[in-house]
């Protein structure tokens, strides 16, 4: 008996537990608890839950994809400056070596 194992004067509190699924034959199956699986898909379908982690990863996924499309905007205007720039400063030289050489 594990209750037997407690020190004297503790409250033995049972864990909180998921409520019972039901499988796909009507039958109630027995509800594991969230982060029973490491892998999340597995978990999620364990629980019957995939439809909500595969809406969760959904957006997961275009909020990625919306920062990534902000990093590349940014960077794309830095890589456009930096030519201007580059442009710039051989014009400046070109115009020098002019002046030099009359």
């Known amino acids: 008996d594990v209750t037997s194992e407690l020190p004297a004067g503790?409250?033995?509190?049972?864990?909180?537990?998921?409520?019972a699924?039901?499988?796909?034959?009507?039958?109630?199956?027995?509800?594991?608890?969230e982060g029973f699986?490491?892998?999340?898909r597995k978990d999620a379908k364990a629980r019957n839950?995939?439809?909500e982690?595969?809406?969760r990863m959904h957006q997961e996924l275009e909020k990625l994809q919306h920062e990534l499309s902000q990093e590349a905007e940014v960077?794309?205007?830095?890589d456009q400056q930096s030519a201007r720039t580059w442009?710039?400063?051989?014009?400046?030289?070109?115009?020098?070596?002019?002046?030099?050489a009359h």
């Not at 699986?37 to 999340?40: A, E, G, M, P, V």
């Not at 960077?75 to 830095?78: A, D, P, W």
């Open 87 to 100: 442009n710039m400063s051989r014009e400046m030289d070109e115009c020098m070596n002019m002046a030099q």
């Open 53 to 55: 982690f595969n809406q």
């Open 37 to 40: 699986y490491d892998d999340q």
């Open 75 to 78: 960077q794309y205007e830095k």
């Open 21 to 33: 699924a039901v499988d796909a034959k009507g039958k109630k199956a027995a509800a594991l608890p």
């Open 10 to 19: 503790h409250i033995f509190k049972a864990s909180p537990r998921a409520p």
């Open 49 to 51: 839950a995939a439809q």
